[in-house]
């Protein structure tokens, strides 16, 4: 075959469609195009499942996060409700703990105030001037001791035209009382009417008394028998000189009950000063007395009760005129109340005080009422 000569691709012709072999190609393609197209269509759908199977598991698996959400939500608010309750509850436990502990503080802050105190009065007791007692009373079993007492003195004021009986015997008193009004007949046609109350007294039923060192005053003690006038002289110049640790005494005065001097002076700390040594030579006479300086206690009422008391043999008579003479008519009371037949009794005083005039009855002066 020599070059010029032409290669070429000989390719069968297609069928034509109007030859019935080329219908028949025709159709196998569009049954292989058909085939295809199922197949396709096919895998399309099986596709379109598995992508709604994921998107139905996704929407469970939504749902079900959504829900665990919810719930971890709704957990969450508990817990945070729980937690904000018990939060509450250490706030108000720790604000009581902190008043509790501002209230001991407090208290330990006024013990240890007290405390000062008790130490001071306790320094100033065992500096107090020393003074010898004989005992001179009976010894006797523990459960026989008698009770401190204090007598008070009570000034009960009077009114005009009434009368104070006081009677030996309570029954008496009882008496006149229950029969409340006594005619008192004064002789002829003259007679009274008179009324008959109790006596009320407001009485101390408890007295505390807080004392103190006083910052201006010092107790002398020790000091030898002589002229009270020359014997204040002599302390006041003694402790009026700075050599002697002393100052401007302001006022000097004698203790008679217990033979002590109180010197008071202008400034504060010369108290202090002098005592912090408590033997102090003083030329009282032509030679040098040894006296011992010590603080001064003032005293201040820090509680004080009273009660009430009915005197149970006193008896006041009230209504009574001014129509004679005053010791005329209290002769004729008290002759009235003495007879038996009357509800009286024996008495033991008997104090009038005449219409227009004031007067004053004290009560517990040395005596049962």
Request: overall charge negative; some cysteine.
């Amino acid at each position: 075959m020599s070059s010029e000569e032409d290669l070429s691709l000989v390719v069968d012709p297609e069928p034509s469609e109007d030859t019935l072999e080329g219908v028949k190609v025709l159709i196998k393609n569009y049954k292989k195009k058909y085939d295809e197209l199922i197949k396709e269509q096919k895998e399309l759908r099986d596709r379109k499942e598995e992508v709604q199977d994921l998107a139905r598991q996704f929407e469970e698996r939504t749902e079900n996060l959504k829900q665990e959400l919810e719930m971890d939500k709704r957990s969450y608010k508990a817990q945070m409700k729980k937690e904000e309750g018990k939060l509450g509850s250490l706030k108000q436990d720790g604000g009581d703990l902190m008043e509790q502990i501002q209230k001991v503080q407090a208290d330990i802050q006024e013990e240890q105030i007290r405390n000062a105190r008790l130490k001071e009065r306790a320094d100033v007791f065992c500096a107090m001037p020393e003074k010898k007692f004989v005992f001179r009373g009976q010894t006797g079993d523990a459960d026989d001791w008698q009770k401190f007492d204090m007598k008070s003195q009570i000034v009960y004021p009077m009114d005009g035209g009434t009368a104070l009986i006081t009677f030996e015997e309570e029954d008496v008193a009882r008496n006149v009382l229950d029969r409340k009004r006594h005619r008192v007949d004064l002789g002829g046609e003259c007679r009274i009417t008179v009324e008959a109350r109790p006596v009320h007294l407001m009485l101390p039923g408890l007295v505390e008394i807080d004392s103190e060192v006083c910052p201006r005053r010092v107790l002398v003690s020790n000091l030898p028998r002589m002229d009270t006038e020359t014997l204040l002289n002599k302390l006041e110049i003694h402790f009026s000189k700075s050599k002697n640790r002393g100052g401007e005494v302001d006022a000097c005065d004698f203790l008679p009950d217990s033979g002590t001097v109180v010197i008071a002076f202008v400034e504060e700390h010369i108290a202090k000063r002098l005592t912090e040594n408590e033997s102090h030579e003083v030329k009282l006479s032509q030679t040098k007395h040894k006296v011992r300086v010590t603080p001064f206690l003032n005293g201040k009422i820090s509680n004080f009760e009273t009660r009430v008391s009915t005197c149970p043999r006193t008896v006041l008579l009230t209504g009574i005129p001014d129509i004679m003479e005053q010791e005329t008519l209290q002769d004729l009371l008290e002759i009235h109340f003495q007879k038996n037949g009357n509800g009286g009794g024996e008495i033991e005083a008997f104090l009038y005080n005449p219409a227009g005039r004031s007067a004053s009855a004290l009560f517990g002066s040395g005596s049962k009422e």
